[in-house]
């Protein structure tokens, strides 16, 4: 009998479907088989039936890794998911340190304006304008980093797609998200910056002109 069947992942399943032929066992016997067994019931109940059945033909058959399909599949993937950890470990470090550069880039540059944001209050500033001329900052400066990192995210994508097969190149679900939560821990890192400043002397800032 001869056929043809649709793709399908062999070996694993990060791994893209390739030509494969199908041989009947009485015409290619091999030292080793695999037998699966579609059934409703929990398959952990089943493995001692399905060995009993298989030795019932041939008490010689040496029977190992008897695995439910979902252990064998998680095995399968151990790559794509070794690899998934070690970029979120370093996402982890690159954004704690993203969160402490900003911090200690405004901070600094608030130290530098702080003549400037005197000023300011002296003349009518609130609280909350002053909040929103550094967090302003914050952002704008925020927002054209992200746009570089889109566009270079956009043309490295296809890296991430050999790597991870469920990841598209220009999914804007997940950009979006990376922008926003980027947008967040900027804001938040400048928050505290950005209280210091309302913070300004408006009588130093007025001595010093």
Same mark, same amino acid.
């Given at each position: 009998?001869?056929?043809v069947v649709a793709?399908?992942?062999?070996?694993?399943?990060?791994?893209? %479907?390739? %030509?494969?032929?199908?041989?009947? #066992?009485?015409?290619? %016997?091999?030292?080793?088989?695999?037998?699966?067994?579609?059934?409703?019931?929990?398959?952990?109940?089943?493995?001692?039936?399905?060995?009993?059945?298989?030795?019932?033909?041939?008490?010689?058959?040496?029977?190992?890794?008897?695995?439910?399909?979902?252990?064998?599949?998680?095995?399968?993937?151990?790559?794509?998911?070794?690899?998934?950890?070690?970029?979120? &470990?370093?996402?982890?470090?690159?954004?704690?340190? $993203?969160?402490?550069?900003?911090?200690? &880039?405004?901070?600094?540059?608030?130290?530098?304006?702080?003549?400037?944001?005197? &000023?300011?209050?002296?003349?009518g500033a609130g609280?909350?304008? #002053?909040?929103?001329?550094?967090?302003?900052?914050?952002?704008?400066?925020?927002?054209?980093?992200?746009?570089?990192?889109?566009?270079?995210?956009?043309?490295?994508?296809?890296?991430?797609?050999?790597?991870?097969?469920?990841?598209?190149?220009?999914?804007?679900?997940? &950009?979006?998200? #990376?922008?926003?939560?980027?947008?967040?821990?900027?804001?938040?890192?400048?928050?505290?910056?950005?209280?210091?400043? $309302?913070?300004?002397?408006?009588?130093?800032?007025?001595?010093?002109?």
């Open positions: 009998m001869v056929g793709d399908n992942k062999m070996n694993a399943l990060d791994r893209s %479907p390739y %030509p494969a032929v199908y041989w009947a #066992i009485e015409q290619m %016997p091999s030292a080793n088989a695999w037998v699966a067994i579609r059934t409703k019931a929990d398959p952990g109940s089943m493995a001692n039936a399905a060995q009993a059945a298989i030795l019932a033909l041939d008490r010689d058959l040496a029977i190992t890794e008897v695995q439910p399909m979902p252990a064998v599949m998680s095995d399968s993937l151990w790559r794509p998911r070794f690899a998934a950890v070690l970029i979120a &470990v370093f996402a982890a470090v690159a954004a704690v340190l $993203t969160a402490a550069g900003i911090y200690a &880039v405004f901070s600094y540059l608030v130290s530098r304006r702080s003549q400037e944001l005197g &000023v300011r209050v002296a003349l609280r909350r304008d #002053i909040v929103a001329l550094v967090l302003g900052s914050v952002l704008r400066v925020t927002s054209m980093g992200i746009a570089a990192g889109t566009a270079a995210s956009l043309l490295l994508g296809r890296l991430l797609t050999s790597q991870f097969n469920a990841v598209q190149p220009n999914d804007g679900a997940l &950009v979006g998200g #990376i922008a926003g939560s980027l947008l967040v821990l900027a804001a938040v890192s400048g928050l505290w910056p950005a209280i210091r400043a $309302t913070g300004a002397d408006p009588l130093t800032a007025l001595r010093r002109q």
